[in-house]
């Protein structure tokens, strides 16, 4: 059982370019979210899925897209990076929005 | 405005002494109280839950944490810690908004240093 899988670890990224974060679940959960980290502000909540095919906004949207074809991924798109989304990125995974999240490790994105 | 508030930046305490970390949440009603942990390099892992009924709850690694509604307070504690301890740890809750959707809100962040 792997749990919440975040994929990759690590990236580094000239300003203006685009990537997509991976992040998938085997846990059949249905709600899913993006969080980032950064130092002294916790975890803000970017986007979040309460099932395939329905997504919506969290704190700090703008900037990334995502989608949720199906219930396992839920991948994050940097449309045009900048530095101040250098960041280490969470996805998580629960149940529902009240139950406790599963967390992948992270990824480590940074944009120069 | 709804938040999360965890006033201990950084806590230091020696090998065996109590720990207590402190959060508070300011909302009108009870929310869905919990804590994670997070060791350098991982993501957040639950510790416990709070969700109605007995206001003392029990986690894992011998961890536990009190529900205070009339001080809006879920304070985690653990009478004796070991250097394994050392981490960073979050308050979060989860809001019911006027809407009848959730909020999930994180404090941000205690970081625990032990002292062998």
């Known amino acids: 059982n792997a749990g919440v899988t975040q994929t990759p670890k690590f990236q580094v990224l000239k300003t203006g370019q685009s990537m997509t974060l991976q992040c998938a679940q085997d846990m059949n959960h249905e709600y899913m979210s993006w969080y980032r980290q950064d130092p002294g502000m916790g975890l803000r909540l970017i986007h979040y899925?309460?099932?395939?095919?329905?997504?919506d906004q969290g704190e700090v949207p703008n900037g990334y897209n995502v989608s949720r074809s199906t219930t396992e991924d839920f991948p994050l798109r940097l449309l045009s990076a900048a530095p101040s989304q250098t960041s280490v990125y969470f996805c998580?995974?629960?149940?529902?929005?009240?139950?406790?999240?599963?967390f992948g490790d992270g990824t480590r994105l940074s944009i120069l | 405005a709804q938040s999360v508030t965890q006033p201990d930046i950084h806590i230091t305490v020696s090998e065996g002494a109590s720990l207590e970390l402190r959060c508070n949440y300011s909302y009108g009603a009870t929310p869905y109280l919990f804590w994670y942990v997070q060791s350098p390099g991982q993501g957040l892992q639950l510790l416990l839950k709070?969700?109605?009924?007995?206001?003392l709850v029990q986690g894992i690694k011998g961890f536990e944490a009190e529900f205070k509604r009339s001080q809006s307070s879920f304070n985690l504690r653990k009478p004796s810690v070991h250097w394994s301890d050392a981490a960073e740890y979050f308050c979060a809750v989860v809001l019911t908004e006027t809407s009848g959707t959730y909020k999930y809100i994180f404090g941000t962040g205690t970081r625990l240093k032990v002292l062998a």
């Open positions: 998580a995974s629960s149940y529902s929005m009240t139950q406790p999240q599963h």
């Open positions: 709070y969700f109605s009924g007995d206001t």
């Open positions: 899925s309460v099932g395939a095919g329905i997504t």
